[in-house]
T-cell receptor, first 116, second 112 residues
Framework: GAVVSQHPSRVICKSGTSVKIECRSL??????MFWYRQFPKKSLMLMAT?????????EQGVEKDKFLINHASLTLSTLTVTSAHPEDSSFYIC????????????FGPGTRLTVL | AQSVTQLDSHVSVSEGTPVLLRCNYS??????LFWYVQHPNKGLQLLLK??????LVKGINGFEAEFKKSETSFHLTKPSAHMSDAAEYFC??????????FGDGTTLTVKP
């Protein structure tokens, strides 16, 4: 149980286009979902926290107009990278949690974004 | 406020020898502590977790960790390293405030 999927696993796009990444909790209802960014050979950096039906809370330094997060249902959150540029290339990982999983988050497999 | 310090950015061991990956934390709340492993170009895999039950936690693949509140440590150990253990390891603190903090990671190299 507690499986989180991400789609796509890998995406290549041209500079200036927008890219949407989906994060789904497959076998539980996630009250909270988190989006992380990981640079090569670096740790994960929390970008934002989203609760179903409300606006995401962004970490300091993360542009909310650049990284649009929608948490429309208890099993789906999306991250849209708008007007992507090469510096947005990164590994994006989502995680999901629910109150019954005390303090634990379940991570998706990640999405590799390459902006040309 | 909370923080995680992984004391070694790189650890190199020979196959069959013990592994020790060190993690210290600070947290204003009662923390839950986790160790994750990440193989190249892969997602995170949970190794083990401490959530205020037994202080010695056993995980997958022979790993275990001991929560020491007095030392604010949660070091990861394995009696005998295997080549497949070579990866990046992250110590993570989660709190009931919904915040997660990752350590910078430790790269484990296993020599034949």
């Amino acid at each position: 149980g507690a499986v989180v999927s991400q789609h796509p696993s890998r995406v290549i796009c041209k500079s200036g286009t927008s890219v949407k990444i989906e994060c789904r909790s497959l076998d539980f209802q996630a009250t909270t979902m988190f989006w992380y960014r990981q640079f090569p050979k670096k740790s994960l950096m929390l970008m934002a926290t989203s609760n179903e039906g409300s606006k995401a809370t962004y970490e300091q330094g993360v542009e909310k107009d650049k990284f649009l997060i929608n948490h429309a249902s208890l099993t789906l959150s999306t991250l849209t990278v708008t007007s992507a540029h090469p510096e947005d290339s990164s590994f994006y990982i989502c995680s999901a949690s629910a109150s019954r999983f005390y303090n634990e988050q379940f991570f998706g497999p990640g999405t590799r974004l390459t902006v040309l | 406020a909370q923080s995680v310090t992984q004391l070694d950015s790189h650890v190199s061991v020979s196959e069959g020898t013990p592994v020790l990956l060190r993690c210290n934390y600070s947290s204003s709340y009662s923390p839950s502590l986790f160790w994750y492993v990440q193989h190249p170009n892969k997602g995170l895999q949970l190794l083990l977790k401490y959530t205020s039950a037994a202080t010695l936690v056993k995980g997958i693949n022979g790993f275990e960790a001991e929560f020491k509140k007095s030392e604010t440590s949660f070091h990861l150990t394995k009696p005998s390293a295997h080549m497949s253990d070579a990866a990046e390891y992250f110590c993570v603190v989660f709190t009931n405030a919904g915040k997660s903090t990752f350590g910078d990671g430790t790269t484990l190299t296993v020599k034949p």
